[in-house]
């Protein structure tokens, strides 16, 4: 069984920065995309940032050049750099990742979520 485990979420102030990170543990064969997706109450869940076991990278809009994703296959982590926070940032940020496994094949699987609170 696969598992995602995020950590990093808190409260920090406008124009602050939180690293946050995102570990899989299990049978893994193989990882390919993974990504940050977040959700603010009464909203639907967005998609953040994604990089692509080739490396390549996106990004929402409205995190472009504040925001950084990246990721360590080593130790199957994926980070999100979040710099130059805004209040509008304030959500639940859940990791994702499209991993193989030798008993399930491909499948998507989710982190649990961390908050992250933007506020003076």
């Known amino acids: 069984q696969v598992q995602l485990v995020e950590s990093g979420g808190g409260l920090v102030q406008p124009g602050g920065s939180l690293r946050l990170s995102c570990t899989a543990s299990?049978?893994?064969?193989?990882?390919?995309?993974m990504a940050w997706y977040r959700q603010a109450p009464g909203k639907q869940r967005e998609l953040v940032a994604t990089?692509?076991?080739?490396?390549?990278?996106n990004y929402a809009d409205s995190v472009k050049g504040r925001f950084t994703i990246s990721r360590d296959d080593a130790k199957n982590t994926v980070y999100l750099q979040m710099n130059s926070l805004k209040p509008e940032d304030t959500a639940v940020y859940y990791c994702?990742?499209?991993?193989?496994?030798?008993?399930?094949?491909?499948?998507?699987?989710w982190g649990q979520g961390t908050q992250v609170t933007v506020s003076s």
């Open positions: 990089t692509t076991s080739h490396g390549s990278t």
């Open positions: 299990g049978s893994i064969l193989a990882i390919y995309t």
């Open positions: 994702y990742a499209h991993i193989a496994t030798s008993s399930r094949g491909l499948n998507n699987y």
